[in-house]
């Protein structure tokens, strides 16, 4: 006699899309036996690669997918338990290409192959993808990593600007410190000369505009080493607190025909860092933004917005960050000219008449300090700088 079992529930069938589950047999029988052999099952074993930016399917000889880490699930749009058990050649325009590359895998017949193909995703268009394909070391599993290419040219973006403020910090210290003792003499030889010549009013004059302009040399060499000279004190900062105090001085330069727009995510959490520094940061990109807005302040229809967002599993500098501050400073202005939108954060670059193009320089200066990055996206209409700063 049979021993009575309770009804169970039919699954639900996934959702339609290139990502079916095929009729071969699912994973999970594999995993269960795994954990009652002793052996890690595919979850635990393959969990590293959630930790990666890169998008990574891990599949059987066949193409049917064992495992698909979270940056994956979140570029489908599809969950792993979905895509777990589907056909993953399905998922790309040629899946011959991929399904010929998994078996040359599971044969060993090479160590890696690469080629560039377009992935496609049920709610969104085609993303384009360089494919890079390997044999895993367990018999029967082939490890198929994909690169957004956008991610691979914000990646290449990112490292040019990491270069170029080596550069920059490195080309400020020792421009600063050339230009310093020469401006000191000339200085010092001025007001000799102005003690011999009293009572000649017109050659006195001129001793006191080699003072004033060297004074004024010396003011802009002080500003270009202040970030290499100050501390970096860090304490607990509410970025809240640091928007605050930059919408304060704003608003107070620019009373009228300005409109601060607050758009905060309050549940961002405190972090290290140095307040004086990222107000300095943040209040340099407003200036900046509020100065490009003249035309608009004067009509009455100038807008600036401060927004705070939470992004998650996010790539900068690099590194991989599982949580991290968005900080968007957005303007109506016309944007960024053209000629310098490449160039903005480098020193002495201005788009404005009279500028001293450093504000920007200092601001990447002081967000790196933080492991952060400026990112700018700009139209006419529309000009948004993005601070990263990652959080514990």
Same mark, same amino acid.
Request: with cysteine.
């Given at each position: 006699?049979?021993?009575?079992?309770?009804?169970? !529930?039919? $699954?639900?069938?996934?959702?339609?899309?290139?990502?079916?589950?095929?009729?071969?047999?699912? &994973?999970?029988?594999?995993?269960?036996?795994?954990?009652?052999?002793?052996?890690?099952?595919?979850?635990?074993?393959?969990? $590293?690669?959630?930790?990666?930016?890169?998008?990574?399917?891990?599949?059987?000889?066949?193409?049917? *997918?064992?495992?698909?880490? !979270?940056?994956?699930?979140?570029?489908?749009?599809?969950?792993?338990?979905?895509?777990?058990?589907?056909?993953?050649?399905?998922?790309?325009?040629?899946?011959?290409?991929?399904?010929?590359?998994?078996?040359?895998?599971?044969?060993?017949?090479?160590?890696?192959?690469?080629?560039?193909?377009?992935?496609?995703?049920?709610?969104?268009?085609?993303? $384009?993808?360089?494919? *890079?394909?390997?044999?895993?070391?367990?018999?029967? +599993?082939?490890?198929?990593?994909?690169?957004?290419?956008?991610?691979?040219?914000?990646?290449?973006?990112?490292?040019?600007?990491?270069?170029?403020?080596?550069?920059?910090?490195?080309?400020?210290?020792?421009?600063?410190?050339?230009?310093?003792?020469?401006?000191?003499?000339?200085?010092?030889?001025?007001?000799?000369? +102005?003690?011999?010549?009293?009572?000649?009013?017109?050659?006195?004059?001129?001793?006191?505009?080699?003072?004033?302009?060297?004074?004024?040399?010396?003011?802009?060499?002080?500003?270009?080493? %202040?970030?290499?000279?100050?501390?970096?004190? *860090?304490?607990? *900062?509410?970025?809240?607190?640091?928007? +605050?105090?930059?919408? %304060?001085?704003?608003?107070?330069?620019?009373?009228?025909?300005?409109?601060?727009?607050?758009?905060?995510?309050?549940?961002?959490?405190?972090?290290?860092?140095?307040?004086?520094?990222?107000?300095?940061?943040?209040?340099?990109?407003?200036?900046?933004?509020?100065? &490009?807005?003249?035309?608009?302040?004067?009509?009455?229809? &100038?807008?600036?917005?401060?927004?705070?967002?939470?992004?998650?599993?996010?790539?900068?500098?690099?590194?991989?960050?599982?949580?991290?501050?968005?900080?968007?400073?957005?303007?109506?202005?016309?944007?960024?000219?053209?000629?310098?939108?490449?160039?903005?954060?480098? $020193?002495?670059?201005?788009?404005?008449?009279?500028?001293?193009?450093?504000?920007?320089?200092?601001?990447?200066?002081?967000?790196?300090?933080?492991?952060?990055?400026? +990112?700018?996206? !700009?139209?006419?209409?529309?000009?948004?700088?993005?601070?990263?700063?990652?959080?514990?």
């Amino acid at each position: 006699m049979k021993p009575d079992t309770p009804p169970t !529930s039919a $699954p639900k069938a996934p959702p339609a899309g290139p990502l079916a589950p095929s009729a071969a047999p699912s &994973a999970a029988p594999a995993a269960a036996t795994a954990a009652t052999s002793g052996v890690s099952s595919p979850s635990t074993r393959f969990a $590293p690669f959630d930790l990666l930016a890169t998008l990574v399917a891990v599949v059987d000889s066949g193409g049917r *997918v064992l495992f698909a880490n !979270s940056a994956l699930e979140d570029a489908l749009g599809v969950s792993r338990r979905n895509i777990a058990g589907s056909s993953f050649p399905q998922a790309f325009a040629e899946p011959d290409l991929l399904r010929s590359a998994v078996e040359g895998a599971s044969q060993n017949d090479f160590g890696a192959l690469r080629y560039e193909a377009q992935l496609q995703r049920a709610t969104a268009e085609p993303m $384009p993808v360089h494919v *890079v394909v390997t044999p895993s070391e367990h018999e029967g +599993e082939v490890v198929v990593e994909m690169l957004p290419q956008e991610q691979l040219v914000r990646q290449e973006r990112e490292e040019r600007l990491l270069d170029q403020a080596s550069a920059n910090k490195e080309l400020i210290r020792n421009l600063a410190h050339e230009i310093k003792n020469p401006l000191g003499g000339i200085r010092g030889a001025a007001q000799l000369l +102005e003690m011999e010549i009293e009572g000649r009013d017109q050659l006195k004059e001129y001793t006191q505009v080699i003072i004033h302009e060297a004074d004024r040399l010396q003011t802009l060499v002080d500003r270009l080493l %202040a970030p290499h000279r100050r501390p970096h004190v *860090v304490g607990d *900062v509410n970025i809240h607190e640091v928007c +605050e105090r930059v919408r %304060a001085l704003i608003e107070a330069e620019f009373p009228r025909g300005l409109k601060v727009v607050r758009d905060y995510d309050t549940s961002l959490p405190e972090f290290r860092g140095d307040r004086e520094q990222l107000i300095q940061a943040v209040l340099n990109i407003a200036h900046n933004g509020c100065q &490009a807005l003249a035309e608009r302040i004067a009509a009455g229809d &100038a807008e600036l917005v401060l927004r705070t967002r939470i992004a998650r599993q996010v790539t900068f500098g690099k590194q991989r960050y599982r949580l991290a501050l968005e900080l968007h400073v957005i303007d109506n202005g016309p944007g960024v000219p053209p000629a310098i939108k490449d160039r903005i954060f480098n $020193p002495l670059v201005s788009g404005r008449e009279g500028g001293s193009g450093l504000g920007l320089t200092l601001a990447q200066t002081f967000v790196q300090q933080h492991h952060g990055l400026i +990112e700018c996206d !700009s139209v006419p209409g529309r000009t948004d700088f993005k601070i990263l700063i990652p959080l514990p």
